[in-house]
DNA sequence: CTGACGGGTGTTATCGCTAACATCATCGGT
DNA sequence: ACCGATGATGTTAGCGATAACACCCGTCAG
């Protein structure tokens, strides 16, 4: 048994046996119609018996076009990116289109520019950049016009085409949700200040207050961990006129539950609290969880639209599109002792 | 200014410029040796000018080879296999390959097959595939065995080269470390059993209970969410002989912690449990907890090596590698009341 | 002094596909 | 019965790289 490699059928080995050239074997494949049904036919069959497959190769070198995607993300876990990476990744997979990822170990201009260069190396047809944060929003710049990219979380003072959660509904609705349980004034602990969407949820936060003629107690910054939102929940144990708190994400709300629990704070008697992003976890919190729910795969959808709209256009108007969250109501609130 | 879509040079364009042919500036991309320096020099600032980069579709042509490795996934965002995803995706673009990560929604002979289809259609160098349960393993039966291919947290009877954190010794860990805090024994709420995962911490804890005379009790079988963590701990809640648990992730370990926390039973003052993962919150529930953290990082850099070994080599010896895991211990285990 | 050798380079063929054009029936309208 | 339009197919020329081989030269052993 010398058999050894015989390389993969060609588009001619399928032409020989269909008895057409090689030519209608490419029609047929495209969906060109003029091929007359029964041609189409026996080069079907053809390419069944032989079970050959385009490469994709020889046809990128011809057209010039790839049907690869590349996405450039932080090489993070946090449960928003990974859940729109993963989403995306499947609405590409079933529009045709193969997806690159790039991760970056830290989201500053220089890593993002190495991995978009490495996109283009590999002639994308369009790139996405998860760009959460204004470093990574600055290395957008570098990217060539002629590139289509999508931005997502990024920078909505931007001119890029962009797809967010809208932060500020959410937060909006989550103060509201936890004014209208009666408390005087809602706290807030914040993500990252230089991310996105946690400015944009400040944002909404300190619109419900000022719109409910709410106080505006300061911002309590911290990053995305529980360990943040420990820290943070430590402080606002300690004081007793805090009835009430909207954490930035379901993390950071975790922290704070467990501070308040280790004060004898109680959730939601003595406290309520609200989170964002309805990790799947969240429901079995102690107590569970009231929180913000993003629609990521609505994201991604309207991500991959938006790209393919200027992969086959060319130009495109730079729109933005934002894709509104829904509070899930658990057992995290309650009225104000 | 009608200078429209001039084309990326290509290497002839380099050729003219430093007054080469293409072929020399091949070898100077591909650090072939018989190139003088100067001419290497003149090339590279030729290179340079022009913003030349390679067509890598024309060398996969030419080649038949890429430089693109598939990675088969489900589309989930548990913690564990998403974490590997990500150090994946660093590790390869390290080495220089791209990743195309092809999701499955759901983890059976067909849509795996087919995910390896859309791969092989891209002509990947090789394939990883994360094929944690029974179906997914059986699906690689199905991949041609000249394509190099590596599992991950696979069937570690199956015999095709496989990457997998140990399961059996951290639970072991796990189970002796709650056995030497002075219980008598040890529940375990398991992961779905036909995961491989679940089934080696299964094997890992009998082991361990075996191991010290305990007594093993019947397996609590649940999935991987917090939710079923949450109703297996009601039922073991209600059982005062119950004073150790060892949850099979901790997710499922915080439905526990909620449901022992309802019924008035502290920990670990009542009782205690042990996780497995340890997610970047699990410091934070209440109380901090006690778990097994496996190194994805490790696993990732080997499933690369274990790849591109193959890759290169053509034959492999179809070799496992198992990276142990550690114990994390925090504050919810403890002596029995 | 000469021929073999090997380093440095160029020339040509080729990978598998699509684009563009060429060819040849067939067909309806005058 | 002729003609241009149209449909179905074939032919040819690249796309941008690498592989294989040819070539020119200097060096060195015989």
Redesign the pocket.
């Known amino acids: 048994m010398e058999q050894k490699t015989t390389?993969?059928p060609?588009?001619?080995d399928?032409?020989r046996l269909a008895?057409?050239?090689?030519?209608?074997?490419?029609?047929v494949?495209?969906d060109?119609?003029?091929?007359?049904e029964?041609?189409?036919l026996r080069v079907r069959a053809a390419i069944k018996e032989l079970g050959?497959?385009?490469?994709r190769a020889?046809?990128a070198?011809?057209?010039?076009k790839t049907q690869l995607i590349g996405v450039v993300a932080q090489n993070s876990t946090l449960y928003g990116p990974a859940s729109l990476l993963s989403a995306f990744e499947e609405a590409a997979g079933e529009a045709g289109f193969a997806v690159s990822v790039g991760r970056v170990k830290v989201l500053d201009r220089e890593s993002i520019a190495a991995a978009v260069e490495r996109h283009r190396d590999q002639r994308v047809a369009g790139i996405v950049v998860i760009a959460p944060n204004s470093s990574a929003a600055d290395a957008l710049a570098d990217v060539p016009a002629e590139l289509p990219l999508v931005t997502v979380d990024g920078d909505p003072e931007r001119s890029t085409p962009l797809v967010t959660v809208d932060q500020g509904v959410g937060a909006y609705d989550a103060t509201t949700h936890l004014l209208q349980a009666g408390h005087s004034t809602v706290w807030h602990v914040s993500g990252p200040t230089d991310w996105f969407d946690a400015a944009g949820r400040v944002q909404g936060w300190r619109r419900a207050l000022e719109l409910h003629n709410a106080e505006v107690p300061p911002v309590v910054a911290a990053d995305w961990t529980a360990a943040a939102g420990y820290k943070a929940g430590q402080m606002l144990a300690r004081m007793p006129e805090v009835t009430a708190v909207f954490a930035s994400n379901d993390h950071l709300a975790l922290g704070v539950l467990r501070a308040m629990h280790e004060r004898g704070r109680r959730v939601p008697h003595d406290v309520s609290v609200v989170g964002f992003d309805d990790v799947p976890e969240a429901e079995f919190f102690i107590p569970p969880l009231t929180t913000v729910r993003p629609d990521f795969a609505a994201v991604a959808r309207e991500t991959l639209g938006l790209l393919l709209e200027q992969v086959s256009e060319g130009e495109s108007t730079r729109p933005r599109r934002t894709i509104a969250p829904v509070l899930v109501q658990r057992q995290s609130v309650g009225p104000p002792a």
């Not at 060109?32 to 007359?36: A, D, E, G, K, T």
């Not at 050959?52 to 490469?55: D, E, M, V």
Request: proline fraction near 6%; charged fraction near 20%; glycine fraction near 6%.
């Open positions: 390389r993969d060609a588009m001619t399928v032409a008895g057409v050239s090689h030519q209608t074997v490419s029609r494949l495209n060109h119609p003029n091929v007359r029964q041609t189409r050959y497959r385009p490469n020889a046809r070198l011809v057209t010039g």
